[in-house]
């Protein structure tokens, strides 16, 4: 299905962006991988993705943080693979305290990683996508872009500008074959989320277990959590040619969270 194509996935050495990267690559993109961790354990998922699914993958470090890395990854994926068809902007940062606790360097982090980055990447992204009259833009936004939770004052503030952000660009760029949407998910069991959980404790003064359930699970109505294969395949749909008139669109994978 994206036999010839080239993808870039921000912050998939890890989680929901692995998930989607191999998903991608799967359906025959080649892929940019992006994100932190020790190099031995990306260049196995690197070199995993090439053999398993015959594709080419290459790994950036650009950190989300800073535009001219961001700006850089994708001239990368136009100069070594050929093009950027398909970005996915997934990279994000959780971090979780009171308003009057949270650390200003926290504030500009997650601003800077889960929308910022968003923004150059699609600047960067967009004209390569117009001058071959297609493209693909996904963000992985969050329940958190339609609702609020207490104590992630960052977070929700990113996530509901990312979904202001998808409408935007997806209304500038209609006419030229380029769709532009988010995927909302509910709680995913990745990495980010396990690592919020003795924040949460410390936050609300409860037990794992509490977190888990009263906290995490209390939003979602299914009582589960997501899955990364459940986002990564709509996330595959949402680069078919079947949804070549969905744009603009916020798609919540959440359990039934945002319906209450
Ligand atoms: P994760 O921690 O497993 O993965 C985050 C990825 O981002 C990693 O690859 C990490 O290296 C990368 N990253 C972090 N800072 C970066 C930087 N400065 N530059 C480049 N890469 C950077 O998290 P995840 O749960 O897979 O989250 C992925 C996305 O999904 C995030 O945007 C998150 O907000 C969103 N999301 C997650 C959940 C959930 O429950 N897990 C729910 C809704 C939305």
């Excluded at 993808?7 to 991608?24: D, H, N, P, Y």
């Excluded at 961001?70 to 001239?75: L, P, Q, W, Y």
């Excluded at 339609?146 to 952000?165: E, M, Q, R």
Aim: hydrophobic share 45%; aromatic share 6%; proline share 4%.
């Amino acid at each position: 299905m994206l036999k010839g194509k080239n993808a870039v996935v921000t912050g998939s050495t890890s989680g929901i962006g692995l998930g989607i990267a191999r998903e991608l690559a799967k359906a025959g993109a080649n892929v940019v991988i992006n994100g932190f961790g020790e190099t031995a354990a990306i260049e196995k998922e690197r070199a995993g993705i090439e053999r398993e699914f015959g594709v080419k993958a290459i790994y950036s470090p650009a950190d989300m943080t800073k535009p001219a890395e961001i700006a850089a990854m994708i001239k990368t994926a136009e100069t070594t693979l050929g093009s950027c068809d398909v970005l996915v902007n997934n990279a994000g940062i959780q971090y979780v305290a009171p308003i009057e606790e949270f650390p200003i360097e926290k504030w500009d982090q997650i601003i800077a990683i889960n929308l910022s980055a968003a923004f150059h990447a699609m600047r960067a992204a967009v004209p390569g996508m117009k001058a071959r009259k297609w493209g693909r833009i996904i963000s992985t936004a969050s329940a958190h872009s339609l609702v609020a939770s207490p104590f992630k004052a960052a977070y929700v503030t990113a996530k509901h500008g990312l979904a202001g952000l998808t409408k935007t660009v997806a209304l500038e760029t209609a006419t030229h074959g380029i769709t532009v949407n988010c995927i909302s998910p509910g709680y995913v069991w990745t990495p980010l989320v396990a690592k919020q959980i003795p924040e949460q404790m410390k936050a609300r003064h409860m037990t794992e277990e509490q977190v888990k359930n009263d906290v995490l699970l209390a939003a979602q109505p299914t009582k589960e959590f997501v899955t990364v294969e459940q986002v990564a395949s709509l996330a595959l749909y949402l680069t078919s040619d079947a949804a070549s008139s969905i744009t603009g669109a916020n798609f919540s994978i959440d359990g039934g969270w945002t319906a209450a």
